[in-house]
């Protein structure tokens, strides 16, 4: 559209730009990892993700973070099929009713977790009222899953839809056609087609999960410490940026690991060339 | 089957709106403790227009969700447009660096934002907030515009370049209404975003200086102020009205299209 | 006769308030190449996705093999298809794609690789195997969709406007190996098309259809020489198409003049669609043939010209290896035998169905 000089002015902002607010920081806090307050190379911050059971934070965090988004996955699937399914009518406005809930501020939306789930909360009212057992859920890991699931669902959900709805009726039609059953056609055809569509929403929720300080501290009752809420307190209580930003260098490593798999699996790729 | 998507459907929606309902009726609780319940009250929907905290907070949300959504609009749009020109390979590139605020972690952002902006000897507060959350927009933005971009027709421009238009005008006149739509898309999705980012605010944000996100994250430890139910609760409304309207003005268009 | 295959027995459909099919009874059998022909929105892929399973009828019923499967799904009906935009699996090579069907039917993997060789020997693709099917050109997609669909050994093969999407010459290509394929292997095919030439070539019988409605049956020599009414004389080929009156057996009124012709059975006085093909027109001296008029316009299409001469107010096309000039006096000549009469639309629908 214009020539090789006015593109080039043009993307110089967003180069300065990403220069200055995605590559210096992140060196900083990489500066920060691996020194020490004298300003000179240690690994000393590293080695401490093996003491004062921040290895333990790290292995739940993993844990809870992974069963987050298998749940997330399994409710996701059959969700945006039904909402692909019949391309027209109400469909819109179901997906709207989808996303309103986004708009509610997810502090909140958390805390009121909090109020259904703790031991005199909706849920052991209700089931007070029908005589059945109560349970105690607040402050345990499964209270921390579902506020991972509610905040991080839509992130699951928006590329998998998108990917769903790329795929042509006529593609599954066909698979009918050569004998598939609707099952067949799920794994042979639908699945297969949506893992780029997955595998971003995957990277999407287990990132923020892993690495959330809030829904724990909400949810938790700041007695199950994640990676997040230890690397927030050297922050904001001990004031040892060092080795905050020594436990986030460990954390980076899990990201890095995360965007390789999401380059792998681009949808951009497949973008055509204009 | 038909009763079982029906079913699960259902089951969803109560999973995403049982919290939203919660919030609505503990705005409308006369009791100022969660999960305890007095009776009706409208006293917070009135006490809500004398408190001065969350009028500030609700300022500064507003005005850093507007600010940084409208300047990450027009950097991501010359950048889309920018990159467009790039071969695939280029692009792909360009592309993976402005993914990288979305693919990583919000805590690292915030933290290394925060690093940038003391090393630079920028002192927190409401600037280092607007540009933080910038950072994080842009990102949407480019996400919004790019594909819209890839696929307008470049015939129209060059037929307004033949017609004599010189290629800023060109621009501005035929592949800017064209792209309307995702810039809009891209405005809103940032704001949004801004408006209920914590954790990076969180962190480059200074004392004194809230948006309302923060301000509920310092008021959990001493109880919520039912005020802010009240707010969450207007705005949750508002928004559900004008996703009525746009729902109804959507059939109405339909219907005149058949009706065509 | 050949045996009935499948009986589609007073067919409707809508969608919504919008009525697609209508009346429609027809039989098609073994071994055939069958084509629908018809505008677009005549609802000829809506009749081809009835048969598949795609959509279920209002009201009537398929019968295949005598036996009712209205309500079968598509994937327990022994029917095939090839769709219009191919629709093979991006995430398969050309083998997987063409082995999907008997993988389904749980056939061993010997038999499968056989079936695939022969699938792909059958539509001129020996080797293709591994191939990454986005990658290849859009003649070559079209082979591997029919050598998925035939691999199955279908009784019936559903064709969707296979070819529109394929440039010229590879359309002419596409038109003759399909017609082999049909030959060689007995699969009956009914195929979905717009495009006249491509039906007349291809089918052992044409439906002509429009608005829902089934207009005509026939080969392809039937429909094009005694069109059954105007609509089908003017969809297939060029035609002239004069309002004319029989006056008795074998006598028309056309312009106020009476002329010959071969039809019988009309009753007298009965307002009918005369039809003239412009290619049945030999231009004469003026005064010398039945019309005089004047020539206004001479377009050369390589083989032939096509003129357009104004008389009695009419304008005409012929089509004549000779040209002529514009503004020069001629007339025109009709054999008899040319002049085909049709009967006016009777009932409304076919009125407006003849108002295309």
């Not at chain 1, 080039?8 to 180069?15: D, H």
């Not at chain 1, 993993?62 to 996955?73: F, H, Q």
């Not at chain 1, 839809?161 to 056609?185: C, M, P, V």
């Not at chain 3, 012929?318 to 035998?337: D, K, W």
Request: with cysteine.
């Amino acid at each position: 559209m214009f020539n090789t000089m006015t593109r080039n002015v043009l993307l110089t902002p967003f180069l300065i730009w990403a220069v200055l607010f995605i590559f210096v920081p992140l060196i900083c806090i990489v500066w920060y990892g691996v020194t020490d307050y004298d300003g000179n190379f240690s690994l000393d911050n590293m080695s401490l993700i093996f003491e004062r059971g921040y290895l333990a934070a790290l292995k739940l965090s993993v844990e809870l973070a992974l069963i987050s988004t298998v749940v997330c996955l399994i409710l996701a699937y059959p969700l945006c099929l039904i909402l692909t399914e019949n391309r027209r009518d109400n469909t819109t406005i179901i997906s709207l009713l989808f996303i309103l809930p986004l708009w509610m501020n997810s502090l909140l939306s958390t805390m009121a977790w909090q109020t259904i789930l703790e031991s005199n909360g909706i849920i052991n009212q209700l089931m007070r009222l029908l005589d059945l057992p109560t349970f105690n859920m607040i402050n345990t890991q499964g209270a921390i899953v579902v506020g991972m699931v509610y905040n991080f669902l839509p992130y699951m959900v928006l590329p998998l839809f998108i990917s769903l709805s790329k795929i042509d009726k006529s593609i599954l039609e066909a698979a009918q056609d050569l004998g598939a059953n609707s099952w067949q056609t799920f794994f042979r055809v639908i699945l297969p087609l949506t893992i780029p569509g997955a595998v971003s929403g995957i990277t999407m929720v287990f990132i923020p999960a892993l690495t959330t300080f809030v829904i724990s501290a909400l949810l938790g009752g700041g007695k199950l410490l994640l990676i997040g809420n230890i690397i927030e307190q050297e922050f904001t209580f001990q004031y040892d940026w060092h080795v905050g930003c020594a436990l986030s260098v460990i954390l980076m490593i899990f990201i890095v690991m995360n965007m390789l798999l999401t380059a792998a699996f681009d949808p951009l790729k497949e973008e055509g060339d204009g | 089957m038909r009763y079982i998507k029906k079913i699960y459907l259902a089951t969803i929606f109560l999973f995403l709106y049982a919290p939203i309902g919660v919030l609505i009726a503990q705005s409308f609780n006369a009791s100022r403790y969660r999960g305890h319940w007095t009776g009706v009250t409208l006293d917070w929907y009135t006490k809500l227009f004398n408190d001065e905290r969350i009028a500030d907070a609700l300022s500064n949300t507003l005005s850093i969700g507007l600010l940084s959504a409208g300047i990450a609009t027009i950097l991501g749009l010359i950048t889309c447009v920018a990159m467009k020109e790039f071969s695939r390979k280029w692009r792909a590139t360009f592309m993976s660096i402005t993914n990288v605020p979305i693919l990583n972690a919000d805590i690292v952002t915030g933290i290394s934002l925060m690093l940038l902006f003391m090393g630079l000897g920028l002192k927190l507060g409401y600037v280092s907030i607007l540009l933080a959350h910038i950072v994080f927009n842009v990102p949407y933005v480019i996400l919004c515009i790019m594909p819209q971009l890839m696929t307008l027709d470049k015939s129209f421009y060059e037929a307004a370049l033949d017609l004599g238009a010189s290629p800023f005008k060109a621009f501005a006149s035929v592949i800017l209404p064209e792209l309307r739509p995702s810039i809009f898309a891209g405005f809103l999705l940032a704001f949004t975003m801004s408006a209920d980012d914590f954790i990076i605010t969180h962190f480059t944000k200074g004392a004194g200086v809230d948006t309302l996100t923060t301000e509920i994250y310092a008021e959990l430890k001493i109880g919520i102020h039912p005020e802010m139910y009240a707010l969450s609760t207007l705005v949750f409304f508002c928004v559900l009205i004008f996703v009525i309207l746009f729902a109804i003005n959507r059939r109405k268009l339909k219907h005149i299209e058949e009706a065509i | 006769m050949k045996r009935e295959l499948i009986h589609l027995e007073n067919i409707a459909k809508s969608f919504g308030n919008l009525l697609v099919l209508d009346e429609i009874d027809l039989s098609i059998y073994e071994s055939e190449f069958i084509t629908l022909l018809g505008p677009s929105g005549c609802g000829k892929t809506t009749m081809l996705r009835i048969i598949g399973g795609f959509e279920m009828p209002d009201t009537g019923r398929v019968l295949f093999d005598g036996k009712d499967i209205t309500r079968l799904p598509p994937n327990r009906r022994p029917i095939n298809t090839v769709f219009q935009k191919y629709s093979l699996f991006s995430h398969m090579n050309v083998e997987e794609n063409i082995s999907f069907g008997p993988k389904i039917a749980g056939k061993s993997a010997d038999y499968i690789r056989d079936k695939v060789k022969y699938a792909l020997k059958l539509v001129n693709l020996e080797g293709y195997e591994k191939h990454d099917v986005t990658r290849l050109s859009g003649g070559q997609q079209q082979r591997i969709a029919i050598a998925r669909a035939v691999v199955n050994e279908p009784k019936v093969l559903l064709l969707d406007e296979p070819l529109s999407a394929l440039d010229l010459k590879l359309r002419r290509n596409m038109r003759r190996e399909l017609v082999g394929i049909n030959k060689e292997t007995g699969i009956t095919f009914i195929f979905v098309t717009h495009d006249q030439e491509e039906a007349l070539s291809m089918s052992d019988r044409v439906v002509v259809m429009n608005q829902g409605y089934i207009q005509q049956v026939g080969t392809p020599e039937n429909v094009y020489n005694e069109p059954e009414n105007a609509f089908v004389a003017d969809f297939i080929g060029d035609s002239n198409i004069i309002d004319g009156v029989m006056v008795r057996d074998k006598i028309v009124r056309i312009f106020g003049r009476e002329y010959p012709c071969v039809d019988t059975g009309f009753p007298a006085e009965c307002p009918v669609d005369v039809q003239i093909r412009p290619e049945d027109i030999k231009l004469a001296a003026p005064r010398e043939g039945a019309f005089n008029g004047v020539v206004t316009r001479v377009v050369f299409w390589g083989m032939s010209y096509d003129i357009n001469v104004e008389a009695d107010g009419f304008e005409w096309l012929i089509q004549s290896t000779t040209g002529r000039t514009v503004g020069e006096e001629v007339s025109l000549h009709v054999a008899p035998e040319n002049i085909q009469i049709m009967s006016k639309p009777q009932s409304e629908d076919e009125e407006v169905a003849a108002d295309v």
